[in-house]
């Protein structure tokens, strides 16, 4: 049976909870103060934490840093409780690492929600983590691929913000994979079962002219406007139980990004032509392909919106800062795509990939990030034959694109070996801007013979 502390001082408070915890199957311990509280947990370690923001020895913040580091399972969830929540509050307890809060009188139903996605003790076993570190050293990572250091660093916090219900705010590149991001954080969240809607913020204006953006997020009561002969749900009660993935939420217009301000503030929003408050039920995870804070300068992202979402926030690295990522995940979708014609029957052989390939996909800027990858890969793969030779073989006189980015090395018969040599490893650092373990890579030799090979350079 799970096990919950509560620490509260309204004694009426407290006993309702009580009640509500033990009906939905949790053991429960209680305490008035955070003194008593921090007794409690030398006895035991609960499965979750509901806590008063005000008690008489202080803020219910207070108690965060009592509280086990490790326990089984994982971060243990807190919920605080307040009678008087703000932004400046909400932020405050996100980035003390509280999984959510309730505003108080407390609405029981939501408080229910949340207390069916506290994980019990056999969820979250010893044989599933270390299956996923082992993942996360092939670079598989829930939808997500690569093994560089700086996606590992992405994964470090999609794995720490996961199991929390704060509202998380990805940025990056276009094509970069922000929705793939938002997606592994949405099946490796607590919210997994339930569903994952997605509204992309470049199509609210063709949207607009179908169906206003407040009926749309909001939903909208019967005979709220010419043509509204039924109610219908808005995105937000679309995404109960679930996630709200709102893609480039800079593009959203600015009374919508007030409303949804408000209705994260409050918790409840009001579907249009209502007159009820409707008890939200989702998780947000927005993105944008701006760097914040200039969106914030510009007027086209709210800032307290940003303040509030920059409370958990993800940015993803362009392409060209991944390392050898490109390789790895051209490899991949190389894979699919002979799985795919195998379930077809198009093709009785498996396509391999060439050096030269690899090499291009290594060497190239990748401007377009991992959407422009993808897209010459296939090019390239429905192009080829059963090596996938180059990146351009879709394109006419592409010499197998030994020439990628104009680069191209001319020997004349005759040449000094050690000439050649110097030439070869020159230009390669150039095409990859100087990088050496690409160039490294690319020319087959380890990062410390390159080096060795250019201090001889250097001294002849």
Known sequence: MPHALIVEDDPNSLSGLSAILAADGFSVDTATTIAEARAALTRFIPDVVLVDLNLPDGSGLDLLQHLPAHPPGGALPVIVMTGNATVESAIEGLRHGIWDYLLKPVNIPRLRSLLARIPRPYELTEEVQTLRASLRQLGRFGSMLGRSGAIQHVYDTVERLAPTEAAVLISGEAGTGKQMAARTMHDMSRR????FIAFDCRTANSVAAQRSLDS????????????????????????????LFIDEIAELPRPQQEALLRALDSQTFMRVGGTSQVVTDFRLIASTRKVPRAAVADGSLHEDLTVRLEAAAVTLPPLRERGDDPALIAQSIIDDLNQEAAARGASETTKQVGPNFLRECLTYDWPGNVRELQERVRRAYHASGDVVESLRADEAGSAN????????????????????????????????????????????????????KLQRMRLN
């Open 192 to 195: 997994r079962k339930g569903p």
């Open 216 to 243: 749309l997020l909001f939903g909208h009561e019967r005979g709220a406007f010419n043509g509204a002969e039924q109610r219908e749900p808005g995105l937000f009660e679309q995404a109960s139980g679930g996630t």
């Open 401 to 452: 694109g030994l020439d990628l980015n104009g680069s191209r090395v001319q020997v004349t018969v005759g040449t000094p070996l050690a000439d050649v040599e110097e030439m070869l490893i020159r230009a390669t650092l150039d095409a990859v801007g100087g990088t050496r373990h690409r160039a490294a890579s690319l020319l087959g030799i380890s990062p410390k013979t390159l080096y060795n």
